[in-house]
């Protein structure tokens, strides 16, 4: 079945740098890959996906990249701000299907 | 739009009792519905998939007749935890799609999520 390998656990780093978490899935037929923030008791939130026809995609400060032919995808955030701080976490679907498998997490605290 | 409601959103009970947690799409109709296990400080594990009208489809490890699911309309699905211990306090959390909204056909709308507390 999938397995979703994610990294760091956790991550540090001062207001205006830039962060970036990675995350490896198993399952070739996976084709849709969501990053989630979640604040400590509250839902997860999407805060963008990528689907395996795309490389690359972006949003404002954030942006997502994939290595289909490695299993790799990334998230990257810049200029990072204290609000950024949170519990990150990739996941990936389930085969062809449509359940969600999610990465372990990663926390990151942004200092000012 | 694409709002999940729980209920209780949190519920403390006796170990032996049964507990029902409610997960509802307001505002579209889910032709499938996720259920989630969350520990403190851990991932979100998937326990098991629903479809409206079928029988629920397990995780490896989640035990079936402990965790029922019954997702008997497209806006309702329920999770009875039976016979509850305290190794099954957790953070649960359901999840809804539907093809019917536009854009994007993957993307799950989450419950805020149940704390549930067996003592």
């Known amino acids: 079945g999938e397995n979703v390998e994610q990294h760091p656990s956790t991550l540090s780093v001062q207001e205006g740098d830039s962060a970036v978490i990675k995350c490896t899935y198993s399952?070739?037929?996976?084709?849709?890959f969501p990053w989630y923030k979640q604040e400590l008791g509250k839902r997860p939130q999407l805060i963008i996906d990528?689907?395996?026809?795309?490389g690359e995609k972006k949003d404002q400060r954030i942006a997502v990249t994939l290595n289909k032919t490695a299993k790799h995808f990334s998230l990257h955030i810049t200029e990072t701000q204290p609000e950024d701080s949170a519990v990150y976490f990739c996941?990936?679907?389930?085969?062809?299907?449509?359940?969600?498998?999610f990465g372990k997490g990663t926390t990151l605290s942004v200092s000012s | 739009g694409a709002v999940v409601s729980q209920h209780p959103s949190w519920v403390i009970c006796k170990s032996g009792t049964s507990v029902k947690i409610e997960c509802r799409s307001l505002?579209?109709?889910?032709?499938?519905m996720f259920w989630y296990r969350q520990f403190p400080k851990q991932s979100l594990m998937l326990m098991a998939t629903?479809?409206?009208?079928?029988?629920?489809?397990?995780e490896q490890g989640v035990e079936k007749d402990k965790f029922l699911i019954n997702h008997a309309s497209l806006t309702l699905s329920t999770l009875t935890v039976t016979s509850a211990h305290p190794e099954d306090s957790s953070f649960y959390i359901c999840?809804?799609?539907?093809?019917?909204?536009?854009?994007?056909?993957?993307?799950?709308?989450f419950g805020p999520g149940t704390r549930l507390t067996v003592l």
């Open positions: 999840s809804a799609i539907t093809p019917g909204l536009a854009g994007n056909y993957n993307e799950q709308f």
């Open positions: 399952d070739s037929a996976s084709n849709y």
């Open positions: 990528i689907r395996s026809n795309v």
């Open positions: 996941a990936a679907v389930k085969g062809e299907g449509t359940a969600l498998i």
């Open positions: 505002d579209f109709q889910a032709t499938t």
């Open positions: 629903s479809n409206e009208g079928s029988k629920a489809t397990y």
